[in-house]
Nanobody
Framework: QVQLIESGGGLVQAGDSLTLSCAASGRSFNSYAMGWFRQATGEEREFVAAISYGGITWLGNSVKGRFNISRGDAKNTVTLLMNTLKPEDTAVYYC?????????????WGKGTLVTVTS
């Protein structure tokens, strides 16, 4: 059974930093990119960041220069470092196993972790 389990969400103030982590299990993720999407209340799910098995990274336009993504040595963990958080970063953040980054094709999702940024 494939599982992606997120941790690290919480309530922070604007300008703060927060780190999200995701641990994946149930199969090998060597052939897959891993990454993060987010969904704010009343909005569509939005791509945030992704990282390939080989370490190539992608970042959404709204988080470039503020967020960084990394992958653990075992390749089944992924971390999202979020700096200079803004109230508009408030959302549920979902970890994803990504089949095709360019097309946003995901085969497994985590259940999500809530990030709330107050002004």
């Amino acid at each position: 059974q494939v599982q992606l389990i997120e941790s690290g969400g919480g309530l922070v103030q604007a300008g703060d930093s927060l780190t999200l982590s995701c641990a994946a299990s149930g199969r090998s993720f060597n052939s897959y990119a891993m990454g993060w999407f987010r969904q704010a209340t009343g909005e569509e799910r939005e791509f945030v960041a992704a990282i390939s098995y080989g370490g190539i990274t992608w970042l959404g336009n709204s988080v470039k220069g503020r967020f960084n993504i990394s992958r653990g040595d075992a390749k089944n963990t992924v971390t999202l470092l979020m700096n200079t958080l803004k109230p508009e970063d408030t959302a549920v953040y979902y970890c994803a196993s990504i089949v095709d980054v360019d097309r946003g094709r995901v085969d497994y999702w985590g259940k999500g972790t809530l990030v709330t940024v107050t002004s």
